[in-house]
């Protein structure tokens, strides 16, 4: 169930300290809905996150198509997706802090019904790919991003086969050797 709320806030304290999985099982019962619903979701996590502690980070890039609601905070700036590959090394290697990077790969497809049934294809080239994923491998490896995250997000990008495929390339890019724990399809 959900924690304590104030003023529409969850109390910090219940998610520090919290375990993952309790954190990922917070959930909200109402009369008119049948079952609970989760309060953490893949839409919603860096909106409570920057809600709770706002001093945590500097600045946020948002390089999106433009879906869904983006998180209410001064500090973020929006990236046109022509602006990543030229640009991207340079923020990450000027910036006086360090950087969290997350990467969606559904970012990286779309439809071309825009119907979510509709088969989806790489939207990007190789070479946006190369420079986009080249400038992170270098950030990490001059220690400017400390974290990565890669959300695989297959419901989002058509299949587990599409986002094995691009985590295939975007580690091969990088240089990582990344497997995923299990097989999937």
């Known amino acids: 169930m959900i924690p304590e709320s104030t ?11 919290s375990s993952l999985q309790e954190y ?18 893949y839409d919603n996590y860096l909106s409570l996150f920057l809600r709770l502690y706002p001093d945590l980070l500097e600045q946020c890039f948002w ?45 990286f497809f779309h439809t071309l019904s825009g119907e979510e049934d509709s088969e989806y294809e790489l939207m990007f080239s190789n070479e946006y790919m190369i420079r986009v994923f080249e400038s992170i491998r270098d950030g990490i490896k001059n220690a400017k991003i400390r ?5 695989l997000s297959p419901e989002c990008c058509g299949g587990w086969q599409n986002a094995k495929m691009l985590c295939k390339k975007i580690s091969d890019i990088m240089k990582l050797d990344f497997q995923l724990p299990y097989p999937i399809f």
């Open 24 to 41: 990922l099982d917070l959930s909200h019962s109402t009369e008119e809905l049948a079952q609970p619903y989760r309060i953490i979701r």
């Open 7 to 17: 003023n529409g806030l969850i109390k910090c304290d219940k998610l520090v300290n």
């Open 147 to 151: 974290v990565l995250t890669i959300a």
């Open 63 to 107: 390089a999106t198509h433009k879906n869904g609601a983006k998180p209410k905070w001064d500090h973020g700036f929006d990236v046109a997706p022509w602006e990543l590959p030229g640009n991207l090394s340079y923020w990450i290697n000027d910036s006086k802090e360090t950087w969290v990077v997350n990467v969606d790969l559904d970012y």
